[in-house]
């Protein structure tokens, strides 16, 4: 996910010499520094030179991270912090007081620009502040805004949403190659069918029941397929898979 933002911040024009990368692992940070021309520096040195830090690491190493950093940074620098379940209030708790953080959750297609990233602010971080980390996140596509309450709630929806996604394209996939299709045409015509499903709701702003509907004549070879797809839960599926993301989100930030 760091390596995702830092993508789409250069492509944004960002100079690379402007940005420093904090890799605990050498051949990782070796890799980072030689595709993308950014500056390898230790976790002082981005604490005391950088305005804006972005945390991309695992929840269960966000202390530590903290920990490196607090000491060192400067004057009016933001924390943004991309770990599930780590709350703004366990964040500030880590650094200096009064310091300025922001909790974001995006998600993995950052990579190619069509990221969405949901951001809260914590006590300390300004409206001008925000409108930074915003910008900056809009870099890898849309951004919004939601209350603390419902972040862990967007981590189980969006967060991990395109998990759910790759897992769907990959069934529809092997069920082709069962019905006969060759691997690759089934690819294409799963992933085909994925995108402009996606389009079309998008584009027409109606509700995705409104155009299942429209998709499913009586009697028909839709219907005779949706029937097995509620038969196996597929619905419940979801639900409690959201659910159990969520409370798993709220776990992984004790």
Do not use: W
Request: hydrophobic letters at 45%; proline letters at 6%.
């Amino acid at each position: 996910m760091g390596e995702s933002i830092l993508r789409g911040v250069l492509a944004e024009g960002v100079d690379p010499s402007e940005v420093l990368v904090v890799e605990q692992q050498p051949q990782r940070a070796r890799a980072l520094a030689e595709t993308h021309g950014v500056r390898l520096a230790s976790p002082a040195e981005a604490a005391s030179q950088a305005d804006l830090l972005i945390v991309a690491v695992k929840p269960a190493d966000v202390p530590a991270a903290l920990r490196d950093l607090a000491g060192d940074l400067r004057d009016g620098a933001v924390v943004v912090s991309v770990a599930a379940g780590v709350t703004t209030d366990s964040l500030e708790q880590l650094l200096a007081a009064g310091t300025p953080v922001v909790r974001a959750m995006p998600n993995t297609p950052a990579l190619v620009g069509a990221g969405v990233t949901a951001i809260c602010p914590g006590r300390h971080a300004s409206p001008d502040q925000v409108e930074v980390v915003e910008r900056l996140l809009r870099a890898v596509g849309s951004v919004v805004r939601v209350p603390e309450s419902q972040i862990d709630a967007v981590t189980a929806v969006s967060g991990s949403g395109p998990a759910y996604v790759f897992l769907v394209v990959e069934a529809l996939v092997e069920a082709g190659v069962r019905v006969g299709l060759p691997r690759d045409l089934s690819t294409r015509l799963a992933l085909g069918t994925l995108a402009g499903s996606a389009a079309m709701l998008t584009q027409t702003g109606e509700h995705p029941a409104v155009l299942r509907e429209r998709v499913t004549s009586p009697g028909g070879t839709t219907a005779a397929a949706l029937h097995e797809l509620e038969r196996h839960g597929l619905r419940a599926a979801f639900l409690d898979a959201v659910v159990a993301n969520r409370d798993r989100a709220r776990e992984l930030g004790q």
